[in-house]
């Protein structure tokens, strides 16, 4: 049996946080990793020359002094691992009906070039806008919240988080019905719907505030890739004594004896024990491993959650042409066939309906001239979209042909959108395509049911008990997307809020 001090489940973001935090305190920590790699959605593969991250695309939260870049200061890396800053004209460019807006940096700036747009639509322009920034101001001052809070700190802050405590179970369809937001600006301000991947309609408005604020002060993409931004996470851990990263080590059992985790079993027969065990592993898969009777009823309770959409994604090389020149270039762009969200996405998720997808599309090839990810001269293009994960697991393992004939249907579809839309004769210039589905992520990412962000982010899965917490197990600890909050700003925060308590 090999023996640490912290034994961290899941080499995820969160989890390499909260390891390499506590092995440079001087922990001797173990990180249990499933995948040949580290990383968890943030991790990179390559094929044939290129090398892409699986499923994130760029970041908030790097500017000086904030979260990511400050967990980075506190591990010695921040100059090894710079970000670069995307367009703050136009982070990300929202695409409804073929009608081009940019999303640019300043939420006021924003509101302006809509008003201007729009000037009927200024008085609900700006009552959403100064809805948003209310809560924004709040939710930065939750820092200063208790991890439990008494009943004398309710009353006293009551009007402090008056907009939190009112909006705790909005969605944002009910703010765009509150101020009468016309439909297409409604398809606008959620333009960035992918990431949470939910409708106005289910949407919880205080995660909507809170990824409008974050990539409000700036959206970045790491200059040396995602892959470094990874290794160099790990790569802190390794050097550490007594501390290692331990690859495709798959764990199948956590034994609980006298109300402890006693040990940790992995797939390849290895058994682990540790003083204090961290489980960045999605928080019902942990249950499973453990037991849910060894669970009381709150823990139990906080395992009644419905995970997030799945999504299909596209992975494309590129030569022959420059993307910039096809309307791409320093940020992403979103793509939606009309302004009905609500309805795009019951279509998607509901009828399994994908003739006419909203589509996500990145360029990191320009978010960063730094070679690693693709030949010289060569463009990555990622394309990503919702999809239900349960008719794709299904057919994957009824009848793996007709899995793979429906992956390279959509994949065709999607396709054809681009070239009629964006680049024209694209599949000339095609030089490697692949594709992945729910199925996919949960093969390779340990996602269950493939789903994108732990939790779906619905009102009634987002609040403060969404955090990183220690269980009724004393010595067990949870966090990741759902013990958390997603997204690689979220993970590595709750990593570090969960590391500097234990460390307290």
């Known amino acids: 049996m090999q023996r640490f001090d912290d034994l961290v489940l899941g080499a995820g973001m969160g989890g390499l946080a909260a390891a390499a935090l506590l092995a440079r305190s001087g922990r001797r920590v173990g990180v249990l990793e499933a995948h040949d790699v580290p990383g968890g959605y943030a991790h990179s593969f390559g094929v044939r020359g290129y090398r892409f991250c699986a499923q994130v695309h760029y970041i908030f939260g790097c500017g000086e002094g904030e979260g990511v870049h400050a967990l980075l200061t506190e591990l010695g890396i921040a100059e090894q691992v710079p970000f670069l800053r995307l367009d703050p004209e136009g982070f990300d460019h929202v695409v409804v009906a073929g009608e081009r807006f940019r999303v640019p940096n300043g939420l006021e700036k924003h509101r302006d070039r809509l008003v201007r747009r729009f000037p009927e639509s200024r008085r609900a322009l700006f009552d959403y806008f100064d809805c948003v920034r209310r809560i924004a101001d709040e939710l930065a001052e939750l820092e200063a919240l208790p991890e439990r809070p008494s009943f004398g700190f309710v009353v006293r802050n009551a009007w402090r988080y008056r907009h939190l405590v009112r909006h ?165 762009v979103w793509r939606y066939p009309h302004a009905d969200l609500d309805r795009i996405y019951d279509r998607q998720l509901r009828d399994h309906d994908s003739s006419d997808p909203w589509l996500f599309l990145s360029t990191p090839t320009l978010h960063s001239s730094e070679p690693g990810i693709a030949p010289p001269g060569h463009h990555i293009l990622e394309v990503a979209t919702a999809l239900d994960y349960r008719p794709w697991k299904e057919l994957r393992e009824r009848d793996r042909r007709a899995y793979y004939r429906g992956k390279n249907e959509l994949r065709d579809r999607v396709l054809d959108i681009l070239e009629a839309e964006f680049v024209p004769d694209l599949r000339k210039h095609l030089t490697l395509r692949l594709t992945g589905t729910g199925a996919t992520n949960e093969r390779f990412c340990g996602a269950p049911e493939g789903n994108s962000y732990g939790a779906a982010l619905t009102p009634a899965h987002v609040g403060l008990r969404r955090r990183p917490f220690r269980t ?20 590595l925060g709750a990593g570090r809020t969960l590391a500097h308590s234990l460390l307290e």
């Open 168 to 332: 705790l179970r909005s969605t944002l369809g009910m703010l765009f019905d509150a101020v009468d937001m016309p439909p297409l600006l409604r398809a606008v301000l959620a333009g960035q719907s992918g990431d949470y991947l939910l409708p106005p309609r289910d949407v919880s408005l205080l995660l909507h505030v809170a990824l409008v604020a974050g990539y409000d002060r700036g959206a970045y993409y790491p200059k040396h890739h995602y892959h470094h931004l990874v290794e160099s996470l790990a790569g802190v851990i390794a050097e550490c004594p007594g501390s290692a990263v331990l690859l495709e080590r798959e764990v199948t059992r956590i034994e609980v004896e006298a109300g402890r985790v006693a040990s940790v079993s992995t797939r390849m027969g290895e058994t682990f024990a540790a003083e204090r065990v961290i489980s960045n592993i999605d928080p019902r898969r942990t249950a499973e491993l453990v037991g849910r009777a060894h669970f009381d009823r709150a823990d139990r309770a906080r395992l009644g959650y419905d995970y997030s959409a799945a999504t299909f994604t596209m992975y494309l090389g590129i030569s022959g042409l420059d993307l910039r020149e096809h309307g791409f270039g320093s940020f992403n």
């Open 472 to 491: 009724s197990i004393p010595n067990l600890w949870m966090v990741g997307a759902t013990a958390g909050f997603p997204s690689v700003a979220g993970a």
